[in-house]
Protein backbone atom coordinates (compact mmCIF):
# COMPACT_ATOMS: atom_id res chain seq x y z
CA UNK A 1 0.00 0.00 0.00
CA UNK A 2 1.37 3.53 -1.14
CA UNK A 3 -0.15 6.96 -0.37
CA UNK A 4 1.62 9.64 -2.78
CA UNK A 5 1.57 13.09 -2.00
CA UNK A 6 2.71 15.86 -4.13
CA UNK A 7 1.53 19.55 -4.35
CA UNK A 8 3.60 21.46 -1.21
CA UNK A 9 5.53 24.32 -2.08
CA UNK A 10 6.18 28.15 -0.20
CA UNK A 11 3.42 30.29 -0.91
CA UNK A 12 2.43 33.92 0.70
CA UNK A 13 -0.57 34.39 2.76
CA UNK A 14 -3.34 34.62 0.52
CA UNK A 15 -2.19 32.30 -2.18
CA UNK A 16 -3.22 29.20 -3.20
CA UNK A 17 -1.95 25.35 -3.47
CA UNK A 18 -3.73 22.33 -4.91
CA UNK A 19 -1.84 19.33 -3.23
CA UNK A 20 -2.63 15.73 -4.45
CA UNK A 21 -2.81 11.86 -2.97
CA UNK A 22 -2.47 8.81 -5.19
CA UNK A 23 -3.24 5.74 -3.32
CA UNK A 24 -2.16 2.37 -4.60
CA UNK A 25 -2.21 -1.14 -3.38
CA UNK A 26 -6.04 -1.03 -2.24
CA UNK A 27 -9.25 -0.80 -3.34
CA UNK A 28 -9.58 2.68 -3.38
CA UNK A 29 -13.34 3.06 -3.64
CA UNK A 30 -13.71 1.65 -0.53
CA UNK A 31 -11.85 3.82 1.49
CA UNK A 32 -12.47 7.45 3.19
CA UNK A 33 -9.96 9.53 2.45
CA UNK A 34 -8.63 12.50 4.21
CA UNK A 35 -5.86 15.16 4.89
CA UNK A 36 -4.38 16.14 8.24
CA UNK A 37 -1.40 18.14 9.01
CA UNK A 38 0.93 18.64 11.85
CA UNK A 39 2.43 22.10 12.68
CA UNK A 40 6.10 22.11 14.78
CA UNK A 41 4.74 21.27 18.47
CA UNK A 42 1.36 20.56 17.77
CA UNK A 43 -0.60 17.10 17.59
CA UNK A 44 -1.46 15.85 13.89
CA UNK A 45 -5.07 17.47 13.36
CA UNK A 46 -8.03 16.63 10.75
CA UNK A 47 -8.08 18.72 8.17
CA UNK A 48 -10.55 17.13 5.80
CA UNK A 49 -12.03 13.67 4.47
CA UNK A 50 -14.40 12.94 2.17
CA UNK A 51 -16.12 9.15 2.46
CA UNK A 52 -16.37 6.77 -0.62
CA UNK A 53 -19.78 8.29 -1.36
CA UNK A 54 -18.62 11.78 -1.33
CA UNK A 55 -19.90 13.09 1.57
CA UNK A 56 -17.04 15.91 3.63
CA UNK A 57 -15.99 16.78 6.65
CA UNK A 58 -13.78 19.86 7.34
CA UNK A 59 -11.82 21.26 10.37
CA UNK A 60 -13.68 24.78 11.04
CA UNK A 61 -10.49 26.36 10.63
CA UNK A 62 -10.26 25.53 7.23
CA UNK A 63 -13.91 25.71 6.48
CA UNK A 64 -14.77 28.08 3.23
CA UNK A 65 -11.06 27.87 2.03
CA UNK A 66 -10.51 24.51 1.36
CA UNK A 67 -12.05 21.78 -0.63
CA UNK A 68 -11.75 17.92 -0.64
CA UNK A 69 -12.14 16.11 -3.52
CA UNK A 70 -12.10 12.56 -4.80
CA UNK A 71 -11.45 10.88 -8.65
CA UNK A 72 -11.98 7.78 -7.94
CA UNK A 73 -10.88 6.61 -11.46
CA UNK A 74 -7.52 8.01 -11.02
CA UNK A 75 -7.16 6.86 -7.26
CA UNK A 76 -6.49 10.47 -6.37
CA UNK A 77 -7.85 12.24 -3.94
CA UNK A 78 -7.24 16.41 -3.61
CA UNK A 79 -7.13 18.90 -0.89
CA UNK A 80 -7.12 22.70 -2.74
CA UNK A 81 -6.49 25.35 -0.45
CA UNK A 82 -7.11 29.21 -1.14
CA UNK A 83 -6.35 32.19 1.34
CA UNK A 84 -3.71 30.24 2.99
CA UNK A 85 -2.47 31.85 6.13
CA UNK A 86 0.70 31.11 8.04
CA UNK A 87 -1.18 29.37 10.65
CA UNK A 88 -1.46 26.63 7.74
CA UNK A 89 2.15 26.12 7.69
CA UNK A 90 2.90 22.71 8.52
CA UNK A 91 3.42 18.48 7.05
CA UNK A 92 -0.09 17.77 4.96
CA UNK A 93 -0.28 13.46 5.49
CA UNK A 94 -2.98 11.79 3.39
CA UNK A 95 -4.74 9.36 4.82
CA UNK A 96 -6.86 6.09 3.38
CA UNK A 97 -9.41 4.75 6.64
CA UNK A 98 -11.47 2.04 6.24
CA UNK A 99 -13.68 0.70 9.38
CA UNK A 100 -14.88 -2.56 10.00
CA UNK A 101 -12.72 -5.59 11.53
CA UNK A 102 -9.95 -5.49 11.36
CA UNK A 103 -9.54 -1.62 10.99
CA UNK A 104 -7.40 -0.87 8.19
CA UNK A 105 -5.51 2.59 7.69
CA UNK A 106 -2.76 3.96 6.02
CA UNK A 107 -0.62 6.84 5.96
CA UNK A 108 1.58 8.81 3.34
CA UNK A 109 4.97 10.15 4.01
CA UNK A 110 3.51 13.89 4.13
CA UNK A 111 4.32 16.96 2.16
CA UNK A 112 5.25 20.60 3.58
CA UNK A 113 3.46 23.52 3.14
CA UNK A 114 4.59 26.41 4.26
CA UNK A 115 2.86 29.86 4.16
CA UNK A 116 4.83 33.43 4.85
CA UNK A 117 3.53 37.08 5.92
Known amino acids: VQLLESGGDSVQAGGSLRLSCVAS????????MGWYRQAPGKQRELVAD???????NYADSVKGRFTISRDNAKNTVYLQMNSLKPEDTAVYYC????????????WGQGTQVTVSS
Open 25 to 32: GIIYSRYT
Open 50 to 56: ITSGGST
Open 95 to 106: NALAGGIPRREY
